[in-house]
């Protein structure tokens, strides 16, 4: 406890001054007093930690990729309590917040966690956990005893997290794994394995004999012990993991018989799912055996449609003020026609809709890429679209091209993504923004995951409508990891309209005809999405009711 240690360090220095100065015994003794009540009160501490009404818990990211932060922690009763909404800002973790329904819903990777107010019983992917006490709500935010929370999102959180109790921080590296959780859920027919994982592997063996089943992941490096200690059930009787030289090779023994067997890794989360059919499902009211409380379900599909409708868009004019972003070949800004260009956008969008609209900035200003996003959050933005120009040390270099939150899978997208994010280093404190490594580069995408399928079709849209009517060289959708990207809590792209490093592109960009182009393009895009997103939310949800 920091406050203890310095004023105890006050204490001894002016118990030195005092000793020199032995005209004042009486004053001597009472600081020695003061200076033994104090050591009392360091020793207990080392036992336990004395909490305040409320406090901070240091959250650090010793390598990155996040910037250090404050996490507010309160005692009540005799549990510690941790603020949700802070943990969640401080992770970068895409939340959803229902205060009607005093529901809080953390998002990480595949998984859905939902805390609900004066509620006990947390929901965790399919699983419902009983917490030693209930969530609270109180100076307008979420809180979970601390200790709970902590083992259950360790458990899910694709990095190692480590609780230093005596200094009153959460370390949090990127994890060495990638193959980092397991978890078993039954079903009304059988038996589902959740396998989390950071990358796509090639799955093979997937074989099934004597009721045991195997399956060898290339190159896979597994949390064994998390593996280990995470206990079996259904129709799993026991889990053996061999580390081999290239591989991982999973075996699970089985209780039971399997009618069919299944292994699939999914794109998007790269979530390994292993299913175990033991049974067949005769009526089809049986089939649904989910273990969500109905109620719970209810109340996810009315909060998944609030959720899409996509009522607000954010327009981020790249660059700005001291950053001018590209410069053309005879001396254009980006960050000047970009800002053209978005101003375009809000007007068509203004005009033609009542859609709100904001702008990450209408002016000549300079953005830290952070605070993009953290202001579309803010904004409550549905979409967020990122305005850029290119530029090439390949004069020939043209066309328009549209990027969404991914790591980079080419040389070119991955250069792209180096060149805008080369911004930050107009930025004060550049320490923030670490290195897009790989492993960092899985924390800042948890929270796009989930948008990542929403993300890729909106920028294929976007470079339909760009082709229509601009008619310039399409280039295509591509991924790469662009800071401006991360953090959105929304489907996120960013576009970048032409080569300004190109003379005839360049020469293009300076008209308001094809400015007034682009903006019409990307307005076309963004009403093709919403209607494309709200059917399809309106068909899950009449489908699941
Ligand atoms: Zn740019």
């Given at each position: 406890m920091c406050y203890n240690k310095n004023s105890c360090r006050e204490t001894i220095y002016c118990q030195d001054e005092v000793s020199r100065n032995a005209r004042e015994p009486l004053l001597s003794v009472l600081i020695r007093y003061i200076y033994l009540i104090l050591t009392g009160l360091i020793l207990l501490c080392a036992y336990d930690i004395p909490v305040r009404a409320e406090q901070s818990l240091a959250v650090k990211f010793p390598v990155g990729p996040l910037p250090d932060a404050q996490v507010n922690v309160r005692q009540s009763g005799d549990l510690l309590y941790i603020d949700l909404n802070s943990f969640a800002d401080a992770l970068n973790i895409h939340t959803y917040i229902n205060n009607a329904k005093g529901k809080i819903q953390f998002t990480v990777g595949a998984i859905r966690i939902?805390?609900?107010?004066?509620?006990?019983?947390?929901?965790?992917?399919?699983?419902?956990?009983?917490?030693?006490?209930?969530?609270?709500?109180?100076s307008e935010r979420f809180w979970a005893p601390l200790d709970a929370f902590l083992n259950t999102f360790t458990g899910i959180y694709p990095a190692e997290i480590e609780f230093e109790r005596y200094s009153?921080?959460?370390?949090?590296?990127?994890?060495?794994?990638?193959?980092?959780?397991?978890?078993?859920?039954?079903?009304?027919?059988?038996?589902?394995?959740?396998?989390?994982?950071?990358?796509?592997f090639d799955i093979s063996g997937a074989a099934l004999r004597n009721k045991r089943l195997s399956i060898t992941l290339l190159g896979a490096k597994i949390n064994r012990k998390a593996f280990e200690s995470t206990p079996v059930s259904g129709a799993v009787k026991k889990l053996i993991v061999e580390e081999l030289p290239e591989a991982v090779q999973l075996t699970f023994k089985l209780n039971t018989n399997i009618l069919e067997h299944t292994v699939w890794q999914d794109e998007n989360t790269y979530q390994i799912n292993i299913s175990l059919i033991t049974k067949r499902i005769s009526s089809e009211s049986d089939s649904e055996a989910i273990i969500l409380p109905n109620e719970e379900i209810a109340d996810f599909l009315e909060d998944e449609q609030e959720k899409w409708k996509i009522d607000c868009i954010v327009i981020d004019p790249g660059h700005g003020g001291k950053?001018?972003?590209?410069?053309?070949?005879?001396?254009?800004?980006?960050?000047?026609?970009?800002?053209?260009?978005?101003?375009?956008?809000?007007?068509?969008i203004k005009k033609e809709t009542d859609l709100k609209v904001v702008l990450t900035r209408d002016d000549d200003t300079f953005i830290p890429l952070k605070n993009r996003t953290k202001f579309a959050n803010q904004a409550g933005g549905k979409l967020f679209i990122s305005l850029h120009c290119n530029s090439s040390k390949y004069k020939s270099a043209h066309g328009f091209e549209t990027f969404f939150l991914k790591p980079?899978?080419?040389?070119?997208?991955?250069?792209?993504?180096?060149?805008?994010?080369?911004?930050?280093?107009?930025?004060?404190?550049?320490?923030?923004?670490?290195?897009?490594?790989?492993?960092?580069?899985?924390?800042?995408?948890?929270?796009?995951?989930?948008?990542?399928?929403?993300?890729?079709?909106?920028?294929a849209i976007v470079q339909n409508k760009l082709k229509i009517h601009t008619q310039q060289n399409d280039r295509g959708v591509d991924q790469a990891g662009f800071y401006v990207l991360v953090g959105a809590s929304m489907p996120a792209i960013l576009v970048e309209t032409g080569f300004i490093s190109n003379k005839r592109e360049e020469k293009l960009h300076k008209t308001k005809k094809f400015r007034q182009k682009v903006a019409q393009a990307v307005f076309d895009s963004i009403m093709e999405f919403k209607r494309q997103e709200e059917r399809k939310s309106a068909a899950t949800s009449s489908a699941q009711r």
């Open positions: 939902i805390f609900t107010t004066d509620n006990a019983f947390v929901v965790v992917g399919s699983e419902v956990i009983q917490f030693p006490a209930e969530v609270i709500w109180a009153w921080t959460i370390n949090i590296r990127p994890s060495k794994f990638d193959t980092y959780a397991i978890e078993y859920n039954l079903k009304g027919n059988g038996t589902l394995i959740r396998i989390s994982c950071s990358k796509l950053d001018p972003g590209a410069i053309g070949a005879t001396g254009l800004y980006e960050k000047t026609v970009v800002l053209d260009i978005a101003l375009r956008l809000q007007k068509l980079a899978r080419n040389e070119s997208a991955m250069e792209v993504a180096l060149l805008e994010n080369s911004v930050i280093k107009y930025e004060e404190s550049r320490s923030q923004y670490q290195d897009l490594t790989e492993e960092n580069y899985i924390l800042l995408a948890m929270a796009q995951a989930e948008f990542a399928r929403e993300s890729e079709s909106l920028a």
